[in-house]
Each structure stands twice: as structure tokens, then as C-alpha cells.
């Protein structure tokens, strides 16, 4: 291809993908598959690697992260990022509305609500529609430069959308992490002994100030629009006269704002909104700590400006915190399948946002020590969303004289094995220690592992703890006689136990036995990267520590954990065991991860001449889409070689294999024949990192396309 239309290909690529970016993480509404996205993506990091010169920073390629900053620059607002005064009741909001009302000498005024978002405010800046540089609000005069950070937040826009595009704009808003993104990392950072944030706030923020942009890119960050700050526009009759059109306006540019952001007609009406938002609050899938109401017409808020650190137009008017304070009355320790002690507090039974606390998490030695929790202290709890209740600090003047220091324990408290620090956590350095025994089967038989529905928790715990069960290899020798044998197990009980496990034998997948195993580090990602390259658990184990490092999403630290996971006597053993009990799960190398289900599954390619419609990187990730791999060079392995025009020698070498060759029309049926319109049962996971990609939501599956053809036409 001649370099312009290189140029011209990835253009029209990059305005594809952030398109379906848009519909993914903005609108809500994917229209493509996981598949057909990749194709694209695909396609044009192939065309970035073999054309540098096409490099821009504003590629949907680079929302994955670049190479780590030095340091964070200071960066000074052109306009100030002032700061809100609050309303601690709806009185102080009468309060503001009347003074309002006073400096305008009106009582009619229209106000913008929006919730009040808990993360952290944040300047996006485009020119020309392009986004140039991030900045965090600092003291609202100086903040801190965080452009490589905030490129990877996927529902911001790097290039803005649509035909009314200011010359220069500032975008205001927050970078938020939803509570279910935000439970999903601290789990992830418990189990790799990394800092555990306190809410997601914290996690938010931590996020954005990291120096690794990858790190950035691995947190489920959002940003959503709440205002502007400097615009210009390329062409006079445009502009925007109330805060309303400035947030229709944010949409139509490509932005999110708060779906819950709305217009009142009054200062009753955002009244009324506030406890409506109080009271639906813990519903929303992120933390909003109040509600921020507006003078809508940006004629009036100029008529009102500012005080010295506050807009006299606006005001948070903020919820009573989810937050109580209780007796802390005692810390225990809790053991994880990767052996970590978790200090959790009991407490003095307390009711907050809805259920009575009892139990509440101190995370590890680390929290307690920096907050110096003591037993009978007074402390603050507080329970965000659906996340688990967390200590949050000690009212020092209510502490007792007698108030006790706690030691964490130096030794298991289960097996009395040395507890050593690893990080910030502290670990059982007893592999067959009988509380890690308990939760890695209950791990392995768990939906993150091998999904034995059928095997209860519970039961686990009460055969491992008679001894029944001490690896899980035992459980596929496991009779529903024994079963029986206990006061509580019903035949029926029993027989779905047996059969679970049975099931799990007969058509387990390689990555869920690879992920049920609790090897550390090794999540359901990198146990789907290893049985996409891998016949078994034996190859896996032979592989030498340094080449696991070649596979995606593998670095050093996994390589490591999974090098020394294979070395050890116990775990040759437990393969053993697995092999005599016939539990033998295999995987798919060389075949896309869910490409068995795909039309031309399993299928080689090689294409040679001149395609007449297509350029060959297209032709290939067709193929690709469809389950099948495109060969470089010609084999037996080779099913189909696809002759273009002057094709050359690999035809004259393909017959001597006695390959079947097809011209372009042939291989267009092909592609296009019933079955390979047919759908894939399920989407094929992607290559490409979880957080850069959209997924199909199963709740708002795509529509078939008529055929993946569509996809060439762009
Ligand atoms: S408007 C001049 N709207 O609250 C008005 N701020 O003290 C500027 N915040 O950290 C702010 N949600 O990031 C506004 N819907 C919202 C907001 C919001 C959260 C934060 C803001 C800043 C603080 C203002």
C-alpha cells in the first residue's frame, strides 16, 4: 500500500474504533461484537507497528498506556478551578437560594443539579478537537500534569465528536471508579499482597497519580463531564448560554456526564431532587456524597461571580455520611487460600445504611498500624455501596486508658507456621497449612475456578476439616457413601455434589482448572492466555521461566509465581493425582480462545498474489475473526492457499502438498457460505487487555450483522 493510503486506512481505523469505543463506554449501546472489534484493532496496531511515521498520541492504540512519566509537572489553570461551599441541610440550601434570589432581584431562577461525584476533579483540554493534557485541580490555581494517565480512561474522548467543535476547550469533571471496579481491584491488590485503597475515592485518585500510564490503563477509570472552563470557538454564532446546553453540548462532543444530572425549575424542585438522590443513592453504580446545584443561565451565574474561593452561583449540598462510629471490640485474623492473615474487626453490632454491622475490615498489619486501631477504641466505619464495611479511623478522645495495642501475630494462627511479611501482607509460610488447604478447595471448586455448582462452601469446609478432603484431587475420588455418612447431607444433596464433580471431569477447560488452582498472580485472564497456548497442565510446567514471559499479560512476576508453582514436589504430585483420577483437562493451542465455536475453527490460511478487493492484513483478520489463523509460509498444515492475481511460486508449492487452492471468489463464498454467517455460541474473549476493548454485554447483545463483510465496508 502507498503510504497516503496507510495514512488514509488508519484514519478511517482509529475514527472506527473510537466510534465503537463510544458506544461502548459512553452511550452504553455496543453494536459490534468483541470479534468484529478486534479486527479493527487489529488491523490498525499492525498497520502502526509497520508504519512509526503514523504515530499519534491520540490513536485508540494508545489508550493501553505508554512508557512511565519521570515525575508529575506542575501545570497552572489558565482558569481558576474553584472550589463549592457546602449545604450541610435543605435550610442552608433556602438559605443560598434567597441571597441568590437577592442578587438577582428574581425569584424565578432555573437551576442545574447534578450529583455530587467522589473521586477526583480533573481539566481535559482539546484543541481542535484534540485532546492535549490533563491536569488534576491541585489548589485549583496549579495542579498536576497527568495527560499519559487520563488517555487511558476509555469513555474519554480524544477526538471530539461531531460538527460543532470548539477551536479550545476545557472540559471540567471527575474521575470516578464504579463500586464493583473498585471491589474487583482492591481483591486484586489483596491477593497480590499490593496496597489496599480505603474507598474508591482513594482508589481513584491513586490511580491517576501513578507514574506507569499501564498502571492507569488497568484501573476502571472514568471521567464524567461537569462543566467547562475555557472555550473558543473556531467560527462566531455558536456558544452555549446555560449550563443545560453546556452538558447537551459535553454529550454531543463524546463526553459522559452523569445520566442523573437534570434541569429544576425551581429551588424547590432541586430540593425534592436531593432526597430523591439521598435516598436512591446506594443504588448508583458509584459514590456520589451530595448533590451540586447550579444557576443555570450562565448570564446570571456572570451576574453573581465568585467568592474567594467559592462561585456565589453554586452549591454541594451534601448527604449525612454513610458512616457511624462503634466499639471496636476485639481483631481477629481470617486466612486466605494464598495463606494472607486479613485482621478483621469485631465489633459492637451497629446499624448502618440498612444492616446491622458486626464485622468490618482492617485490611492488613499495615491499616492498623498507620491508623493505630487499639481494642475498645471508638471508631468511624462506614459502608460504600455494596462493598464491605471498612474501619475508617479512632476517635482518640473517647479512648479508653485500658485500651489494648494489637499485636499481629508473627505465627499462623491455624498451623502456628511461621507468618512472615510479604509486601503489605503478612503470610502463612506453611503451603500445607489447613486453612489454606480449606480455601484453595473452596477456591478450586468455586465459579473463578472449575464452577462445581452443586459443591457447597460449606461442606468443603466440614470434609477438609475432618480431613476427608486435603487436596483437591481428593475430590475426584470422592463417594457419595461418605457423603452420606453425614448428619445433613440428603441423598439428593449428595448426588449433585458426585455429579458436579463429575461434570467438571467430563468437560472442565484448561483455564478454569489453571485458574482454579490459586497459583498467585494467576487470574482467569492469564489461565485463558496459558490454555490458548498450551496442551496441558504438564506443558505449562515445562515451559522455562523465562519464555512463559513471551505470553501476553505475562510479565516477570507471574512468570515467576507460576515457574515456582511447577517446581514444587506438591504440585508434581497433585498432577499425578489429577492424571490417575482421569481429571485431565486440555487446551486449545494455536486456536483463538473460543475460536473451537467459530465457523472456520481451527482452519489455516495462506494468502499470495494480489487480492483484488481487499488489502491482505483484511483478508487475514476475516480469517481471524472467524476462528481460523493465516499461515506465513506454506505447509501441510495449511488448508486453504488463496491465489490472487500473480501468486507466484506458492501455488506451483502449495499443489505439490496437494493443498487445496481457491481463488478470490472462492475464498469470498467461503466466508460468506451458511456457516460461516452462522453466530458463535459465545463471543470469543479477546487478545486485546480487558479495560482497552469493548465488550458485549450480555444483557444488550449485538445484532448479527448479515455477514462479517460489513466490516469491510467502513
Ligand atoms: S461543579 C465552580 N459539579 O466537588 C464549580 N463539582 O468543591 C465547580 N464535584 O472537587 C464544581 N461532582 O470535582 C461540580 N457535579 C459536580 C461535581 C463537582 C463532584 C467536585 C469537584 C470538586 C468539588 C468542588
Known sequence: MALSDVAQRAALLREKIEFHNHRYYVLDAPDISDAEYDVLYRELAALEADNPELDDPNSPTKRVGSKPADGFTPYEHVMRMYS?????????????????????DREDVEYWADPKMDGLALEVIYEDGRFVRAATRGDGHTGEDVTHNIRTIMNLPLVLRGSNVPGLLEVRGEVVMSDKGFAALNDRQREAGEKIFANPRNAAAGSVRQLDPKVAASRPLRFMGYGIGRVEWASSGFGWTNQGAIMDGLIELGFSIPPEAKLCKSKQEVADYFIELMEGRDDLPYEIDGVVAKVNSLEMQEALGFTSRAPRWALALKFPAHQVTTKLNDIR????????????????????????????????KGYIEERDFRIGDTVLIQRAGDVIPQVLSVDMEKRPDDAQKYDFPTSCPVCESDAVEDGEAVRCTNDACPAKTVQRIIHFVSKAGLDMEGVGKKWVQRLAEDGVLVSPADLFTLEKTALLKYEGMADKSAAKFIAAIAKAKEDAPLWRLMAGLGIRHVGEQTARTLANNFEDMEAIGAVPRDDLQELDDVGPIVAESLYDYFQSEETKLLMERFKEADFWPLGTPDVEEGADELPLAGKVFIFTGTLPDMKRPQAQALVEAQGATAAKSISKKVDYVVAGEKAGSKVGKAEKLGLVVIDFDEFMELIQSPKAESKPKSEPESKIKPDSKPKAKPDSKPEPKSSLLSLLDL
Not at 461551599?85 to 434570589?101: C, I, K, P
Not at 440498612?354 to 464485622?359: Q, R, Y
Open 333 to 364: 485474623i481470617q486466612l486466605g487460600r494464598t495463606g494472607v492473615l486479613t485482621p478483621v474487626a469485631e465489633l459492637e453490632p451497629v446499624p448502618l445504611a440498612g444492616v446491622v454491622v458486626s464485622n468490618a475490615t482492617l485490611h492488613n
Open 84 to 104: 463549592l461551599d457546602n449545604a450541610m441541610d435543605l435550610d442552608e440550601w433556602f438559605t443560598f437560594t434567597d441571597r441568590v434570589s437577592k442578587g438577582l
